[in-house]
């Protein structure tokens, strides 16, 4: 990625100062999908590491994750497995728990929408304190995944998320960093 292109996406992704709620700078990445050619080229760069190799289903992290996910897994002629919050899937699942700032919450993918062996790529628009992939990646291994790559358009690299992801034993990829969260 050219140094041109990185500081065009990074000043693609508009920052909404205390939202959710006081503290967090909210980095929304509808900016970056609403320009035609900064969609593109990110699709295109987090796709680039896997240029020749078989990738046989992209999973996106509901929402974000499904827009950037089914991008992705178009380019790569995967399948898509949407993983989603709990009760929204209508067939019958596995679930996992996964740690919030507060508290924790599940995640769920259908049982069987990974064939045993599968090479898998997990997506979402952002890793903070890695939390959420986390537990996608052992919901993914549960039901026998073989989790080849995790890819964010945006890292927080201060609290650690990618770092975690790693010491899985799973590459990160990502596309541009912000201080702070
Ligand atoms: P974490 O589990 O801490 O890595 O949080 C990652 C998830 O929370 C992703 O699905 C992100 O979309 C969302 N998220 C966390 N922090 C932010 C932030 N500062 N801006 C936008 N989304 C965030």
Redesign the pocket.
Known sequence: MTPEFAQDLKASVRAIPDYPKPG?????ITTLLGEPRAFRRAIDELVQSWAGSKIDKVAG?EA??FIIGGAIAHQVSSGFVPIRKKGKLPHTCVSME?A??YGTDKIEVHVDAITPGERVILV??????????EGAIKLLRQIGAEVVAACFVID?PE?G?AAKIRAMGVPVRTLVAFEG?
């Open positions: 967090i700078i909210f980095r929304d992290i974000r994750g996964y919030l700032e979402d628009d952002l890793i903070a304190t890695g939390g959420t992939a927080l609290l998320g969260h």
